[in-house]
C-alpha cells in the first residue's frame, strides 16, 4: 500500500534526474508541472507529478513531465461513485482489466521524495505513522500507470515488501533505478519485459523513522511532519 507521499524537490532536480533516466532525449513538461508546490502530505484526488515517455519531432522519445490526479479513473468509470484505485498490484497489473491497457501503453514513473506507512500503536491508540526515504536521500521513482478519463489520473503499482518494509507493512511501491526508467516507461517495451522491473527494492535502499500522527489529517501538510519521534528504524 502506498497511500499518501511528499514531493520536496526542485523542478531542476527532477530535471536533471530525468536527463540521467531518458539520455539523448528532450526532457520537456506541460504548462503546469513545474510549478506544482512543495507537498509534505500528498493524498489521493489531488494532482502530482509523473514522467511518461511521449513522441518528439522525427519520432523521437521526449520525457514529459505532467500532473495527473491521484485515483486511476479511465473514462469508462465516469458514472462510477466512490473512491478510485491509487495502487495496482505488480502481480496482476498486467492482466488485470482496470489496468491491463494502462500497463501496456500507459506506463510512467511517479517522483516522490519520500511515502508514509503505518505500522503498531501510537499514542491514543492509533496506528503508528513512519516516513520512509531512500537512505541516499534521492528522488524515490515509484512505477506507476496512468490514463485519460475526464483528466489523466494515475495509481502506484506495489510489490511484496522487502525484508526491511516487512517490518512496516506487507506491500511497497515498485521502485525503478534511473537506468530502468526508459524502458519501463517506453510503449514499444513488451508486457513481459515491463514485468521484469516491477520486484522489491533491495533491502538498504530505504531507511525509516516514526513521525506525529498529525500526518493522519491529510489538512495538515508542513515540514513538521517528516520530523523524526526518536532514531532512525
Known amino acids: 500500500m502506498c497511500g499518501r507521499f511528499t514531493r520536496r524537490y526542485s523542478w531542476a532536480q527532477l530535471h536533471k534526474l530525468m536527463s540521467l533516466c531518458f539520455p539523448d532525449a528532450e526532457v520537456k513538461a506541460t504548462a503546469a508541472a513545474p510549478e506544482l508546490r512543495h507537498s509534505y502530505n500528498a493524498a489521493p484526488t489531488q494532482a502530482a507529478h ?15 513531465v505532467f500532473c495527473p490526479v491521484w485515483g486511476f479513473a479511465p473514462a469508462w468509470m465516469r458514472e462510477k461513485k466512490g473512491p478510485k484505485p491509487i495502487n495496482a498490484r505488480a502481480e496482476t497489473v498486467a492482466t488485470n482489466g482496470l489496468f491491463r491497457s494502462a500497463f501496456a501503453k500507459g506506463r510512467c514513473v511517479v517522483p516522490l521524495s519520500s511515502f508514509y506507512e503505518w505500522s503498531g500503536r501510537a499514542e491514543g491508540g492509533k496506528k503508528q505513522p513512519w516516513h520512509i526515504r531512500r537512505a541516499d536521500e534521492e528522488i524515490i521513482l ?15 503499482i506495489t510489490t511484496p515488501a522487502n ?30 519485459e515491463a514485468k521484469t522491473l516491477l520486484r522489491p527494492a533491495p533491502d538498504g535502499v530505504l531507511t525509516a523513522h516514526k513521525v506525529s500522527p498529525r500526518v493522519n489529517s491529510v489538512h495538515n501538510n508542513d515540514p513538521s511532519l517528516i520530523e523524526p519521534l526518536q532514531e532512525l528504524f
Open 50 to 64: 509523473a514522467v511518461r515517455a511521449v513522441c518528439a519531432e522525427g519520432d523521437a522519445m521526449a520525457a514529459e
Open 142 to 156: 515509484a512505477a506507476g500507470v496512468w490514463t485519460q478519463g475526464d483528466e489523466p489520473s494515475f495509481a502506484i
Open 163 to 192: 525484508a526491511f518494509m516487512a517490518e512496516l507493512h506487507d506491500r511497497m511501491p515498485a521502485i525503478l533505478e534511473p537506468e530502468s526508467v526508459r524502458a519501463w516507461c517506453d510503449p514499444e517495451t513488451q508486457t513481459e
